[in-house]
């Protein structure tokens, strides 16, 4: 489903941006961060400042009553250029800790986030978006500037 370029931006990526709609379509937006397993994108329900039971969670709620969910992954450059995003449509599930993959998500998310391996993601849900159609248009490899803004 991911071209080569697709999969390297998307796995490169640090942060996306997981939309979601409630049953009766309210959109609904909040920045994620993600990692691929398998060719499936997973994130975390991870610990909140406030206690609160992970199936409260306003995306979650959406998920399990919508499980049509997008991901966004984009970067912006002041030379429009360079500006590029993917965008997947796909299918959320939320794993609980006993679901067969939920040991190997949490693995691919440690692997690539340092601040995870503190965190008790083995006893907490994980979002994991089956991709149905994948969009993207532009550059798709995240441009680095100096100091003046220029691309290195």
Known sequence: MLDAAERAYLAAA???????????????????????????????IDEKPKPNDPHALRRVRDIEANPR??????????????????KIHGTATIQDPDHDQHSAAVTALRTKYDQYHDHDLETRPIVHVTPGSVHSWGELEPVTTNADGDKE
């Open 69 to 86: 969910v997008a991901v966004l992954v984009d970067h912006y450059h002041e030379n429009w250029t360079h500006l590029g995003w993917l």
């Open 14 to 44: 640090r942060v996306a941006r997981l939309a979601t709609a409630d049953a009766d379509g309210r959109p609904h937006a909040v920045p994620i961060c993600f990692a691929l397993h398998d060719d499936a994108i997973v994130t975390p």
